[in-house]
């Protein structure tokens, strides 16, 4: 079956950076269209980045080039990363996998098939 599982999350200084993985098993990743969401208690879930199974990427414009995603189709992993991060980063960030193209037609409405368990993001002032 389809596993997603993030790793990588954790405490960080205001300004700083971190770098989030995700592996992949059960499905043919590199034919796949790959993505993060976060996610706060009591909030929207915000996509944050989508990556095709040729690499192209996009964001929201409101991360103003802070975060880029990348994969590895040979390790079957994506990744994350954040650079100068923000108090209003803090969230649970999901990897997610489904077919291209993903429906939603904002990135507060996508809605891939599978998702991970999520990793937790602080960030300290």
């Known amino acids: 079956q389809v596993q997603l599982v993030e790793s990588g999350g954790g405490s960080v200084q205001a300004g700083g950076s971190l770098t989030l993985s995700c592996r992949a098993s059960?499905?043919?990743?590199?034919?796949?269209?790959m993505g993060w969401l976060r996610q706060v208690p009591g909030q929207e879930r915000e996509g944050i980045a989508t990556?095709?199974?040729?690499?192209?990427?996009s964001y929201p414009d409101s991360l103003q080039g802070r975060f880029t995603s990348s994969r590895d189709n040979a390790k079957n992993t994506l990744y994350l990363r954040m650079d100068n991060l923000k108090p209003e980063d803090p969230a649970r960030y999901y990897c997610?996998?489904?077919?291209?193209?993903?429906?939603?037609?904002?990135?507060?409405?996508?809605?891939?098939?599978?998702w991970g368990q999520g990793t937790q993001v602080t960030v300290s002032p």
């Open positions: 997610a996998a489904d077919e291209c193209p993903w429906s939603g037609g904002s990135w507060f409405d996508l809605q891939p098939g599978y």
């Open positions: 059960g499905f043919s990743f590199s034919s796949y269209c």
């Open positions: 990556i095709d199974y040729d690499g192209v990427t």
